[in-house]
T-cell receptor, first 110, second 114 residues
Framework: QKEVEQDPGPLSVPEGAIVSLNCTYSNSAFQYFMWYRQYSRKGPELLMYTYSSGNKVDGRFTAQVDKSSKYISLFIRDSQPSDSATYLCAMRGAGNMLTFGGGTRLMVKP | EPEVTQTPSHQVTQMGQEVILRCVPISNHLYFYWYRQILGQKVEFLVSFYNNEISEKSEIFDDQFSVERPDGSNFTLKIRSTKLEDSAMYFC????????????FGPGTRLTVT
């Protein structure tokens, strides 16, 4: 079983839709959870990070962590064409090494 | 806004040659990282570096790889004898402290080994 699994998509939605992106993981040692956005041929850009189970809201973005199910989500409300990118979940345990999911490609159509 | 920078943006080299990829982390950051992303695959951790020492490294980071902070601003990744399978995007990242989970990534260097 892969440590971090993420549906590769592509996920195509109309502008204004609510987007739900998800990752599952197998390693119980993961404590910190992040979402990165990556545009084509660019470096990952940190969007949000969370530590505990629950929700965290930052503008149009909501990160959700369910440690009991080993499941994390990123919700984007009122999606915009500029949100079109690949979204990577990443997680780490006590060390600093990030383990990434494979990324979900999102396309928001005007 | 401070950012991580990397040079060159694209490096083409022949198999067996040595390459050095360069990074300038954010100035008040203390922890530095290299990751790579083979085309179409996951971003993979290579190594972390703090206080002039390697903190963690992955199985990928074998004897062909080395890292160095040659001065107060640069952080380098050297690949001694490149192989075709080393072709990838290489990302440098940095964080302020060990407990910081905000790793800031540079734009990457595309390495092509022919």
């Amino acid at each position: 079983q892969k440590e971090v699994e993420q549906d590769p998509g592509p996920l195509s939605v109309p502008e204004g839709a609510i987007v739900s992106l998800n990752c599952t993981y197998s390693n119980s040692a993961f404590q910190y959870f992040m979402w990165y956005r990556q545009y084509s041929r660019k470096g990952p850009e940190l969007l949000m990070y969370t530590y505990s189970s629950g929700n965290k809201v930052d503008g149009r973005f909501t990160a959700q962590v369910d440690k009991s199910s080993k499941y994390i989500s990123l919700f984007i409300r009122d999606s915009q064409p500029s949100d079109s990118a690949t979204y990577l979940c990443a997680m780490r345990g006590a060390g600093n090494m990030l383990t990434f999911g494979g990324g979900t490609r999102l396309m928001v159509k005007p | 806004e401070p950012e991580v920078t990397q040079t060159p943006s694209h490096q083409v080299t022949q198999m067996g040659q040595e390459v050095i990829l360069r990074c300038v982390p954010i100035s008040n950051h203390l922890y530095f990282y290299w990751y790579r992303q083979i085309l179409g695959q996951k971003v993979e951790f290579l190594v972390s570096f703090y206080n002039n020492e390697i903190s963690e490294k992955s199985e990928i980071f074998d004897d062909q790889f080395s890292v160095e902070r040659p001065d107060g601003s640069n952080f380098t990744l050297k690949i001694r004898s490149t192989k075709l399978e080393d072709s990838a995007m290489y990302f440098c990242a940095s964080t302020r402290g060990r407990s910081s989970y905000e790793q800031y990534f540079g734009p990457g260097t595309r390495l092509t080994v022919t």
